[in-house]
Protein backbone atom coordinates (compact mmCIF):
# COMPACT_ATOMS: atom_id res chain seq x y z
CA UNK A 1 0.00 0.00 0.00
CA UNK A 2 3.06 2.61 0.52
CA UNK A 3 4.25 1.81 -2.75
CA UNK A 4 0.84 2.79 -4.52
CA UNK A 5 0.66 5.56 -2.47
CA UNK A 6 3.65 6.82 -3.25
CA UNK A 7 3.36 6.18 -7.05
CA UNK A 8 0.23 7.75 -7.00
CA UNK A 9 0.85 10.87 -4.99
CA UNK A 10 3.48 11.49 -7.71
CA UNK A 11 1.30 10.98 -10.41
CA UNK A 12 -1.60 13.25 -9.08
CA UNK A 13 0.64 16.09 -8.06
CA UNK A 14 2.74 16.63 -10.94
CA UNK A 15 -0.24 15.82 -13.17
CA UNK A 16 -2.29 18.16 -11.88
CA UNK A 17 -0.04 21.24 -11.68
CA UNK A 18 1.40 20.50 -15.17
CA UNK A 19 -1.98 20.19 -17.01
CA UNK A 20 -3.34 23.50 -14.75
CA UNK A 21 -0.33 25.22 -16.35
CA UNK A 22 -0.73 23.82 -19.42
CA UNK A 23 -4.75 24.41 -20.01
CA UNK A 24 -4.13 28.43 -19.06
CA UNK A 25 -1.52 28.62 -22.06
CA UNK A 26 -2.73 26.95 -24.72
CA UNK A 27 -1.00 26.16 -27.74
CA UNK A 28 -1.13 28.35 -30.75
CA UNK A 29 -0.05 27.06 -34.63
CA UNK A 30 3.24 27.44 -35.07
CA UNK A 31 5.06 28.24 -38.64
CA UNK A 32 4.62 26.09 -41.16
CA UNK A 33 7.90 24.06 -41.94
CA UNK A 34 9.50 25.68 -44.91
CA UNK A 35 11.88 22.30 -45.91
CA UNK A 36 10.43 19.17 -47.05
CA UNK A 37 9.33 16.96 -44.36
CA UNK A 38 10.74 13.57 -43.39
CA UNK A 39 7.64 11.30 -43.43
CA UNK A 40 9.59 8.62 -42.15
CA UNK A 41 8.44 6.90 -38.93
CA UNK A 42 11.20 8.21 -36.40
CA UNK A 43 14.29 6.92 -35.66
CA UNK A 44 15.76 6.89 -32.21
CA UNK A 45 19.62 7.13 -31.09
CA UNK A 46 21.03 3.82 -29.32
CA UNK A 47 21.59 5.33 -26.09
CA UNK A 48 18.88 7.73 -25.18
CA UNK A 49 15.75 7.76 -23.52
CA UNK A 50 13.11 9.20 -25.43
CA UNK A 51 9.47 10.46 -25.53
CA UNK A 52 8.40 10.32 -29.24
CA UNK A 53 5.99 11.17 -31.55
CA UNK A 54 5.56 8.41 -34.63
CA UNK A 55 6.06 9.30 -37.23
CA UNK A 56 7.23 12.80 -36.47
CA UNK A 57 6.32 14.36 -40.03
CA UNK A 58 2.66 13.92 -40.69
CA UNK A 59 2.80 15.46 -44.15
CA UNK A 60 -0.08 14.97 -46.88
CA UNK A 61 -1.37 16.30 -49.77
CA UNK A 62 -4.81 16.91 -50.48
CA UNK A 63 -5.34 14.47 -53.02
CA UNK A 64 -4.45 12.00 -50.08
CA UNK A 65 -6.06 13.16 -47.75
CA UNK A 66 -9.49 15.32 -47.30
CA UNK A 67 -12.05 15.99 -44.05
CA UNK A 68 -13.04 13.58 -42.13
CA UNK A 69 -10.35 11.27 -43.20
CA UNK A 70 -8.06 9.46 -40.95
CA UNK A 71 -4.67 9.86 -39.76
CA UNK A 72 -2.88 7.69 -37.06
CA UNK A 73 0.47 8.67 -34.40
CA UNK A 74 1.80 7.00 -31.83
CA UNK A 75 3.71 8.49 -28.82
CA UNK A 76 6.41 5.80 -28.59
CA UNK A 77 8.83 5.31 -25.37
CA UNK A 78 12.28 4.19 -26.24
CA UNK A 79 15.58 3.30 -25.25
CA UNK A 80 14.19 3.28 -21.28
CA UNK A 81 15.13 1.19 -18.66
CA UNK A 82 12.98 1.22 -14.99
CA UNK A 83 10.02 2.15 -16.49
CA UNK A 84 6.96 1.67 -13.81
CA UNK A 85 4.07 4.62 -14.87
CA UNK A 86 3.69 7.32 -17.48
CA UNK A 87 1.84 10.50 -17.61
CA UNK A 88 1.84 13.00 -20.45
CA UNK A 89 0.12 15.45 -22.42
CA UNK A 90 -0.27 16.09 -25.99
CA UNK A 91 -1.37 19.50 -27.72
CA UNK A 92 -2.49 19.82 -31.78
CA UNK A 93 -4.37 22.17 -33.29
CA UNK A 94 -8.14 21.46 -33.22
CA UNK A 95 -9.15 23.57 -36.05
CA UNK A 96 -6.98 21.48 -38.29
CA UNK A 97 -7.98 18.08 -36.78
CA UNK A 98 -9.58 16.62 -34.38
CA UNK A 99 -8.75 13.35 -32.17
CA UNK A 100 -11.39 10.64 -32.20
CA UNK A 101 -9.53 7.56 -31.09
CA UNK A 102 -7.59 6.52 -28.48
CA UNK A 103 -5.75 3.56 -27.11
CA UNK A 104 -3.84 2.47 -24.32
CA UNK A 105 -0.87 0.27 -25.71
CA UNK A 106 2.38 0.47 -23.08
CA UNK A 107 0.28 -1.72 -20.25
CA UNK A 108 -1.77 -3.89 -21.94
CA UNK A 109 0.82 -4.74 -24.74
CA UNK A 110 3.08 -6.65 -22.17
CA UNK A 111 -0.04 -7.53 -19.72
CA UNK A 112 -1.60 -10.63 -20.23
CA UNK A 113 -5.26 -9.68 -20.43
CA UNK A 114 -5.78 -12.07 -17.15
CA UNK A 115 -4.21 -9.76 -15.27
CA UNK A 116 -5.48 -6.44 -16.94
CA UNK A 117 -7.13 -5.91 -13.80
CA UNK A 118 -3.96 -4.84 -12.19
CA UNK A 119 -3.57 -1.30 -14.49
CA UNK A 120 -4.12 1.54 -12.82
CA UNK A 121 -5.31 3.64 -15.79
CA UNK A 122 -5.21 6.60 -13.51
CA UNK A 123 -6.19 9.03 -16.85
CA UNK A 124 -7.01 8.65 -20.36
CA UNK A 125 -8.97 11.48 -21.69
CA UNK A 126 -9.67 13.55 -25.10
CA UNK A 127 -10.74 17.64 -24.61
CA UNK A 128 -11.82 18.05 -28.44
CA UNK A 129 -12.52 21.78 -27.17
CA UNK A 130 -9.00 22.83 -26.06
CA UNK A 131 -7.18 20.50 -28.56
CA UNK A 132 -5.61 18.15 -26.13
CA UNK A 133 -5.24 14.05 -24.87
CA UNK A 134 -4.14 13.80 -21.44
CA UNK A 135 -2.58 9.87 -20.24
CA UNK A 136 -1.62 8.40 -17.15
CA UNK A 137 -0.74 4.65 -16.19
CA UNK A 138 0.83 2.19 -14.01
CA UNK A 139 -0.06 -0.69 -11.75
CA UNK A 140 -2.52 -1.40 -8.76
CA UNK A 141 0.32 -4.16 -7.68
CA UNK A 142 3.82 -3.40 -8.02
CA UNK A 143 5.27 -7.03 -6.91
CA UNK A 144 2.39 -8.90 -8.67
CA UNK A 145 3.38 -7.17 -12.05
CA UNK A 146 7.46 -7.72 -11.41
CA UNK A 147 6.71 -11.50 -9.80
CA UNK A 148 4.64 -12.63 -12.96
CA UNK A 149 7.64 -10.92 -15.21
CA UNK A 150 4.86 -8.59 -17.56
CA UNK A 151 6.10 -5.01 -16.16
CA UNK A 152 7.10 -3.00 -19.01
CA UNK A 153 10.11 -1.90 -17.42
CA UNK A 154 13.15 -2.19 -19.77
CA UNK A 155 12.33 -1.27 -23.31
CA UNK A 156 15.84 -1.86 -25.13
CA UNK A 157 16.87 -3.02 -28.46
CA UNK A 158 17.58 -6.29 -26.82
CA UNK A 159 13.57 -6.72 -26.19
CA UNK A 160 11.91 -4.69 -28.37
CA UNK A 161 12.03 -3.88 -32.42
CA UNK A 162 14.40 -1.00 -32.45
CA UNK A 163 14.22 -0.35 -28.80
CA UNK A 164 11.19 1.36 -28.70
CA UNK A 165 7.32 0.57 -27.68
CA UNK A 166 4.20 2.91 -28.83
CA UNK A 167 2.58 3.60 -25.53
CA UNK A 168 -0.89 5.32 -27.21
CA UNK A 169 -1.99 5.08 -30.43
CA UNK A 170 -3.88 7.99 -31.50
CA UNK A 171 -6.38 8.71 -34.14
CA UNK A 172 -7.45 11.73 -35.94
CA UNK A 173 -9.64 13.13 -37.95
CA UNK A 174 -9.34 16.05 -40.69
CA UNK A 175 -11.42 19.01 -40.38
CA UNK A 176 -10.02 21.74 -42.81
CA UNK A 177 -8.89 21.47 -45.91
CA UNK A 178 -6.07 24.14 -47.06
CA UNK A 179 -6.44 27.34 -49.22
CA UNK A 180 -5.37 26.44 -53.12
CA UNK A 181 -1.95 26.60 -53.72
CA UNK A 182 -1.31 26.78 -49.71
CA UNK A 183 -0.97 24.14 -46.86
CA UNK A 184 -1.90 24.41 -43.19
CA UNK A 185 -0.11 22.36 -40.18
CA UNK A 186 0.20 22.61 -36.39
CA UNK A 187 3.12 21.11 -34.03
CA UNK A 188 2.08 18.04 -32.47
CA UNK A 189 2.91 19.41 -28.48
CA UNK A 190 4.22 16.69 -25.87
CA UNK A 191 4.50 18.52 -22.41
CA UNK A 192 3.98 17.67 -18.83
CA UNK A 193 5.24 14.24 -19.33
CA UNK A 194 6.62 12.25 -16.42
CA UNK A 195 7.99 8.55 -17.01
CA UNK A 196 8.71 7.27 -13.81
CA UNK A 197 10.24 4.26 -11.82
CA UNK A 198 8.73 2.02 -9.13
CA UNK A 199 10.02 4.19 -6.17
CA UNK A 200 7.91 7.00 -8.26
CA UNK A 201 11.21 8.90 -9.29
CA UNK A 202 11.32 10.82 -12.58
CA UNK A 203 13.42 9.61 -15.21
CA UNK A 204 15.38 11.75 -17.51
CA UNK A 205 14.19 11.52 -21.06
CA UNK A 206 14.31 13.65 -24.40
CA UNK A 207 11.10 14.84 -25.97
CA UNK A 208 10.79 14.22 -29.75
CA UNK A 209 7.74 16.66 -30.85
CA UNK A 210 5.83 15.83 -34.23
CA UNK A 211 3.92 17.92 -37.07
CA UNK A 212 1.30 17.25 -38.95
CA UNK A 213 0.71 19.21 -42.57
CA UNK A 214 -1.87 19.26 -45.22
CA UNK A 215 -0.80 20.68 -48.68
CA UNK A 216 -2.56 21.24 -52.03
CA UNK A 217 -1.75 20.76 -55.26
CA UNK A 218 0.58 23.28 -57.07
CA UNK A 219 -0.14 22.32 -60.45
CA UNK A 220 2.77 19.72 -60.58
CA UNK A 221 1.04 16.97 -62.10
CA UNK A 222 3.96 14.74 -63.35
CA UNK A 223 6.42 16.11 -60.45
CA UNK A 224 9.30 17.36 -62.24
CA UNK A 225 9.32 20.22 -60.04
CA UNK A 226 7.93 23.14 -62.54
CA UNK A 227 4.61 23.20 -64.08
CA UNK A 228 4.58 23.35 -67.83
CA UNK A 229 3.42 22.23 -70.78
CA UNK A 230 3.37 18.85 -69.93
CA UNK A 231 1.45 19.30 -66.62
CA UNK A 232 -0.89 21.06 -68.98
CA UNK A 233 -1.40 18.45 -70.86
CA UNK A 234 -2.38 16.19 -68.50
CA UNK A 235 -4.40 18.19 -66.73
CA UNK A 236 -6.81 18.45 -70.13
CA UNK A 237 -6.82 14.52 -70.10
CA UNK A 238 -8.78 14.77 -66.64
CA UNK A 239 -10.76 18.20 -67.66
CA UNK A 240 -14.62 18.01 -66.33
CA UNK A 241 -13.87 14.65 -64.25
CA UNK A 242 -14.73 13.70 -60.82
CA UNK A 243 -13.65 11.23 -58.39
CA UNK A 244 -15.61 8.32 -59.29
CA UNK A 245 -14.25 8.43 -63.13
CA UNK A 246 -11.62 6.80 -65.26
CA UNK A 247 -9.70 9.46 -66.61
CA UNK A 248 -9.96 11.04 -62.50
CA UNK A 249 -6.74 12.63 -61.59
CA UNK A 250 -6.47 14.08 -58.26
CA UNK A 251 -3.20 16.50 -58.72
CA UNK A 252 -5.61 18.08 -61.18
CA UNK A 253 -7.63 19.03 -58.73
CA UNK A 254 -6.09 21.80 -57.75
CA UNK A 255 -8.94 23.82 -55.18
CA UNK A 256 -9.59 20.68 -53.58
CA UNK A 257 -13.52 20.16 -54.05
CA UNK A 258 -13.81 16.77 -56.14
CA UNK A 259 -14.30 18.40 -59.81
CA UNK A 260 -11.38 18.94 -62.38
CA UNK A 261 -12.88 22.47 -63.80
CA UNK A 262 -12.36 26.04 -64.93
CA UNK A 263 -11.41 26.91 -61.80
CA UNK A 264 -8.77 24.47 -61.32
CA UNK A 265 -7.60 25.44 -64.88
CA UNK A 266 -7.16 29.43 -63.52
CA UNK A 267 -5.09 28.08 -60.62
CA UNK A 268 -2.77 25.85 -63.09
CA UNK A 269 -2.63 28.87 -65.56
CA UNK A 270 -1.70 31.56 -62.54
CA UNK A 271 1.20 29.06 -61.32
CA UNK A 272 2.27 28.15 -65.11
CA UNK A 273 5.78 27.93 -65.26
CA UNK A 274 6.51 28.13 -61.88
CA UNK A 275 9.30 25.60 -60.02
CA UNK A 276 8.38 24.06 -56.57
CA UNK A 277 10.59 22.91 -54.02
Known sequence: MFLLASVGAVFFDNAIARTNEAERNLLQPSDLMKEKAD???SRVSEDSAMILVDPRDNVFYSWEKRVNNMIMINVTVANMTRLFGLSLTLYFNNSLVTCTGFIENLFHSVTPPSSWDNIWQIKKKINSSNGYIEYACTYLDANRAFSDGYAPINITESEYLEGKLAAATLTFSITKMPPPNGHVGCPLHLTAVQPTDVAGNVILIDLV???YELISPTGDLNDDRIIDVYDAVLFA??????????DWNPKSDLNSDDIVDIYDAILLALNFGNQTT
Do not use: M, R, Y
Request: glycine share 12%; hydrophobic share 25%.
Open 39 to 41: VSS
Open 209 to 211: DGH
Open 237 to 246: KAFGSIPTDS
